[in-house]
């Protein structure tokens, strides 16, 4: 006899964690969409009334993901490090965790925070307040930076096409383009299509626009350009 219910003596006992780590596994495979409480309990070899045990609902098990995947970004010591090097650390940590795991942005926004992300949040803040920051522009850098790391993570990955499609695109813009009419737009497509038109090392675009933003809080503190004088 096979089947999710043979030799049930055989398999690991199942348990929250071990549920969330299955999730994970799914949603990285097969996305968001291909992750129900039915694939999942069959991934696992239990009936899906087993799961809910453990989890009260699929947003209970979503937040849970949400939370096992924020415990691989490693959190800088506000106390410890440089504010503008710990800051920076912490959004390219975060970046890579959310390109290892491509559905997680869209959902995280409206799925309550547990105990991991909450630390990653409150370091972002520490980790401001310890380079001086503090009324509205503590606020205000705390959303620059973080709305970078969602904003520039979604569009790296919706812009992440197959050979064929990209193939296409340029093709349709030799054939369409006006480049009498947009002369600025037709070269800013070719540094996407020929890497040795711009001359020089080609800076990482996650951390280059990171370090504008780092740049521009570190100037604003000392101008003071949250002034309702201004």
Do not use: C
């Not at 390219?92 to 491509?102: F, K, S, T, Y």
């Amino acid at each position: 006899m096979s089947g999710p219910s043979a030799n049930t003596s055989t398999r690991a006992p199942l348990n929250k964690d071990r549920i969330l780590h299955a999730g994970v596994v799914l949603a990285d495979e097969q996305g968001i969409a291909g992750l129900s409480m039915r694939r999942l309990a069959a991934h696992l070899g239990f009936e899906v009334m087993s799961l809910y045990n453990h989890v009260a609902n699929k947003r209970d098990l979503l937040e849970g993901m949400l939370d096992l995947i924020a415990s691989e970004v490693d959190l800088p010591d506000p106390e410890g490090v440089d504010w503008k090097d710990g800051l920076r650390r912490l959004a390219v940590a975060q970046h890579q965790m959310l390109l290892r795991h491509r559905w997680a942005g869209p959902i995280s926004t409206d799925h309550f925070p547990g105990a991991h992300r909450w630390k990653i949040l409150e370091t972002t803040l520490r980790l401001l307040a310890a380079g001086g920051f503090d009324g509205h522009l503590r606020d205000l850098g705390y959303h620059a930076i973080t709305l970078h790391i969602s904003g520039f993570t979604a569009q790296q990955i919706a812009y992440d096409f197959d050979d064929d499609y990209i193939g296409e695109m340029f093709a349709r813009v030799d054939r369409e383009l006006d480049v009498d009419v947009y002369p600025l737009m037709a070269d800013h497509i070719r540094y996407h299509r020929d890497p040795d038109h711009t001359p020089g090392e080609r800076p990482d675009e996650f951390r280059y626009v990171l370090d504008l933003i780092l740049d521009g809080l570190d100037r604003a503190r000392t101008a003071d350009v949250t002034s309702p004088a201004r």
